[in-house]
């Protein structure tokens, strides 16, 4: 189910429920319908436009990017056997994807506005990224099939690790350990890695589809067992509404099987201005906007940045060095200063040990400031690393689920 080639339905066979297969006859199904009972499945497609890069895409793909570097091979970020031995190239691409850096794209608000309205079931989410969440979907309408960065907790003896100390560790692409001190086991976001069963969430409300009385797929290949089964449970005669790039699965075979291929967002506001929504849609998106997070070192971090920023930012962050290779040299002058003021068996004036310090000192200083000034020219020439293989590269140089309780539990991809 979910990946079977199937046969479009013929054009003259007319629906069961709507009135036609088209964005109208979906709209009046919504507002004259009585509708309580939406059902939504999504996946990397509808936050791609946030700026989160998909998995399978040729070129722009996550794991295209990731197969440029010195991995076994792509997918082993998401391996928990891998993830065992080396947890730093995860920890570098987490950096990347960490909640708090997008925003809720369109298709996100409208989700939002489809829970506020009372429509929404539940939303069955591929994706990790939280942005349903930040775009205010309740939590109890999610079920986040492959997980999410939404809690963490250690892989030996399962405790929950804190959020501010997790969101801590990623800023600074350090691997967090468990709190729990005998313990000290790695410590991972509630992600589903390949190796590892989908959560006991997903298995309770696979079925829910079928007690729906409409069913709309977002931005999903459904190549992706058992999520790519969601679709199937689905009634006959329940509209199933498909907001893609292309046809997937089954999806177009059924008598009331809508189509609106295409970009995700630009389908979204087609199928709110038929509803009358856009206003509403749009007020919403606008609201949806970075809250406010704290960095490191538990300041407020910016909303956003831009290169001018992010290259003050770096050389701030060089600048800093420079200053620490100054207190380690003035601590340094200052005890051998004492140390040879003390030895009155040394002449004054074959030895100046200030002079002596002092030079050395200052050539060491001045090469550290040299260096600098070289390294903040280069880098306001280049581009800051931005890509997910730069990020990866900065950090380590060149080298870098069927399931059902018990078998692999992603077989292709954990969705962004």
């Not at 497609?45 to 990731?66: H, Q």
């Not at 007020?283 to 003050?312: C, H, M, R, V």
């Not at 590269?393 to 962004?416: C, F, L, Q, R």
Request: with cysteine.
């Amino acid at each position: 189910m979910g990946q079977e080639q199937s046969i479009p339905i013929n054009e003259d066979t007319p629906p069961q429920t709507l009135t036609d297969r088209s964005v109208d006859s979906v709209a009046k199904y919504i507002k004259h319908g009585h509708l309580k009972k939406i059902v939504v499945m999504v996946g990397a497609g509808i936050s791609t436009s946030a700026g989160i890069p998909d998995f399978r895409s040729p070129d722009k793909g996550l794991y295209a990017n990731l197969a440029r570097l010195n991995l076994p091979h792509a997918e082993a970020v998401f391996d928990i056997s891998y993830f065992r031995n080396n947890p730093l190239p995860f920890y570098t691409l987490a950096h990347e994807l960490y909640p708090g850096k997008y925003r809720p794209t369109l298709s996100h608000s409208f989700i939002r506005l489809l829970s506020d309205k009372g429509l929404l079931l539940k939303l069955f989410t591929q994706n990790i990224d939280c942005l349903d969440r930040e775009a205010g979907v309740p939590a109890d309408r999610i079920v986040e099939a492959h997980g999410s960065f939404a809690r963490q907790r250690c892989i030996e003896c399962k405790k929950s690790y804190p959020e501010d100390l997790m969101r801590q560790a990623v800023s600074r692409r350090d691997v967090p350990h468990c709190i729990t001190s005998q313990c000290n086991g790695l410590v991972k976001p509630d992600i589903v890695f390949f190796g590892e069963q989908l959560p006991e969430e997903f298995h309770r409300n696979r079925t829910l589809p079928h007690d729906a009385d409409l069913c709309i797929i977002m931005g999903t290949s459904l190549t992706v067992q058992p999520f790519a089964s969601l679709p199937g449970f689905c009634s006959e005669g329940v509209p199933r509404v498909l907001i893609n790039l292309e046809r997937v699965g089954d999806l177009g075979s059924r008598a009331d099987d809508v189509l609106i291929l295409g970009d995700c967002d630009a389908g979204v506001r087609k199928l709110a201005s038929a509803l009358g929504w856009e206003d509403e849609l749009q007020a919403l998106y606008n609201k949806s906007g970075l809250p406010p997070i704290t960095d490191s070192q538990g300041g407020k971090a910016p909303e956003s940045k831009t290169k001018d920023e992010k290259l003050e930012d770096q050389i701030a962050g060089l600048t800093e060095e420079v200053d620490k290779s100054l207190r380690i040299f003035n601590a340094h002058t200052n005890l051998l200063k004492e140390h040879l003021s003390k030895d009155e068996g040394r002449c004054a004036d074959k030895i100046e040990a200030p002079n002596v310090v002092d030079t050395l000192a200052d050539g060491q200083i001045g090469k550290a400031t040299h260096d600098t000034a070289k390294r903040a020219t280069s880098d306001a020439k280049e581009p800051l690393p931005a890509s997910i293989e730069d990020q990866l590269n900065a950090h380590h140089g060149a080298n870098v689920p069927t399931d059902s309780h018990g078998v692999t539990a992603i077989t292709k991809e954990p969705s962004s």
